[in-house]
T-cell receptor
């Protein structure tokens, strides 16, 4: 079945530690996205990529980094510079660009130890 | 930038009731999408509807782009319809904005 797989489902971070969230899709989509959701809030865009080896900052990119070495993979690293990382992180993909329907993974919940 | 506002923020209904959720946007948009986030956090696509009306079973959506709003209708609500409903707008080619959501609770 085609879809978007995020792992792990739950992740705990110690102070000063970088952690990487995985996002893999087998939909052959060109564009991939990372969103952050805080409790009771909507989604905010962290980074997006519309083509391999290229990515753009979203509205809240500070303290995060991404890579897009393969079409199917778009990992997100939450660095120690992100002082408030506790949130629900959602990865999405769409065919070609923003002007297409987005499909979401099941999310990763990140908490501080 | 574009503002996307959803109303009402919370809605509590009995099973079997009908509901209308609204999404207003402050500027013209190229597309609009509705999602349902279930209690486990999964976001499910409902409609991709830049304009016009679409129906899928008990759900339907209408976007009037010239008047800058979209409506999501849920008929004969079921408890499994509970969750948060989000609309997401695309302004221009790059600006993606989500509304804050409508939390729907369907009581048996």
């Amino acid at each position: 079945d085609g879809g978007i797989t995020q792992s792990p489902k739950y992740l705990f971070r110690k102070e000063g530690q970088n952690v990487t969230l995985s996002c893999e899709q087998n939909l052959n989509h060109d564009a991939m996205y990372w969103y952050r959701q805080d409790p009771g809030q909507g989604l905010r865009l962290i980074y997006y990529s519309q083509i391999v080896n290229d990515f753009q900052k979203g509205d809240i990119a500070e303290g995060y980094s991404v890579s897009r070495e393969k079409k199917e993979s778009f990992p997100l690293t939450v660095t120690s510079a992100q002082k408030n990382p506790t949130a629900f992180y959602l990865c999405a993909s769409s065919n070609r660009d923003h002007n297409q329907p987005q499909h979401f993974g099941d999310g990763t919940r990140l908490s501080i130890l | 930038g574009i503002q996307v506002e959803q109303s009402p923020p919370d809605l509590i209904l009995q099973e079997g009731a009908n509901s209308t959720l609204r999404c207003n946007f402050s500027d013209s948009v190229n597309n609009l999408q509705w999602f349902h986030q279930n209690p486990w956090g999964q976001l499910i696509n409902l409609f991709y509807i830049p304009s016009g009306t679409k129906q899928n079973g008990r759900l339907s959506a209408t976007t009037v782009a010239t008047e800058r709003y979209s409506l999501l209708y849920i008929s004969s609500s079921q408890t499994t319809d509970s969750g948060v409903y989000f609309c997401r707008a695309l302004q221009g080619a790059q600006k993606l904005v989500f509304g804050q959501g409508t939390r729907l609770t369907i009581n048996p």
